[in-house]
Antibody, heavy 117, light 109 residues
Framework: EVQLVESGGGLVKPGGSLRLSCAAS????????MNWVRQAPGKGLEWVSS????????YYADSVKGRFTISRDNAKNSLYLQMNSLRAEDTAVYYC??????????WGQGTLVTVSS | QSALTQPASVSGSPGQSITISCTGTSSDVGGYNYVSWYQQHPGKAPKLMIY???NRPSGVSNRFSGSKSGNTASLTISGLQAEDEADYYCSSYTSSNWVFGGGTKLTVL
């Protein structure tokens, strides 16, 4: 069974940093591109970042470019999102999702990030 | 990276069919056959329902179908059931990025 489990969310002050993790199991993690997608409270889904299976290709939404860094450790079956210079508008549930045929095939349960003073 | 356009809400009675539209541009929906649809129940993670415009993942009911014409994609749910009540999001690949629609709340009357 495919499982994606996010962790690392919490309350952080504006300008602060946070590192999210996503632990994968039940599939060959190293063969799949991965994404981070977020959802602000009561709002829709927003794609944040994508990383290819070997980390050769990395992409970011304009809203996070220069502040967030996606990475992965295939030996640990883990995906990460380093978030710096956080803003109130970054408050959201952050989901990791595996990519298959340009669609987000499997999703974790999400981790809540709250940016507030 | 403008969001795709979906109706805010649709409704239907059990057994009926409904269609949710998703309008983009030639740079996203119209330019790639990489449109996907997601179902999200309150408090839950999204679930992939359709990928590559019209393909269903294993385990998704054949009551769900997808199509595309020009810059507009559509999700049709036939034989509506109470459990279909949820939010639905479309998404399209676009030049190394992904864009989502604003979401449509489906109410089963």
């Amino acid at each position: 069974e495919v499982q994606l489990v996010e962790s690392g969310g919490g309350l952080v002050k504006p300008g602060g940093s946070l590192r999210l993790s996503c632990a994968a199991s039940g599939f060959t993690f190293s063969s799949y591109s991965m994404n981070w997608v977020r959802q602000a409270p009561g709002k829709g889904l927003e794609w944040v970042s994508s990383i290819s299976s070997s980390s050769s290709y990395i992409y970011y939404a304009d809203s996070v470019k220069g502040r967030f860094t996606i990475s992965r450790d295939n030996a640990k079956n883990s995906l990460y999102l380093q978030m710096n210079s956080l803003r109130a508008e970054d408050t959201a549930v952050y989901y990791c999702a595996s990519l298959l045929e340009a669609a987000m095939a499997f999703w974790g349960q999400g981790t809540l990030v709250t940016v507030s003073s | 990276q403008s969001a795709l356009t979906q109706p805010a809400s649709v409704s239907g009675s059990p057994g009926q069919s409904i269609t949710i539209s998703c309008t983009g541009t030639s740079s996203d929906v119209g330019g790639y056959n990489y449109v996907s649809w997601y179902q999200q129940h309150p408090g839950k993670a999204p679930k992939l329902m359709i990928y590559e415009v019209s393909n269903r993942p294993s385990g998704v009911s054949n009551r769900f179908s997808g199509s595309k014409s020009g810059n507009t994609a559509s999700l049709t749910i036939s034989g509506l059931q109470a459990e279909d009540e949820a939010d639905y999001y479309c998404s399209s690949y676009t030049s190394s990025n992904w864009v989502f629609g604003g979401g449509t709340k489906l109410t089963v009357l």
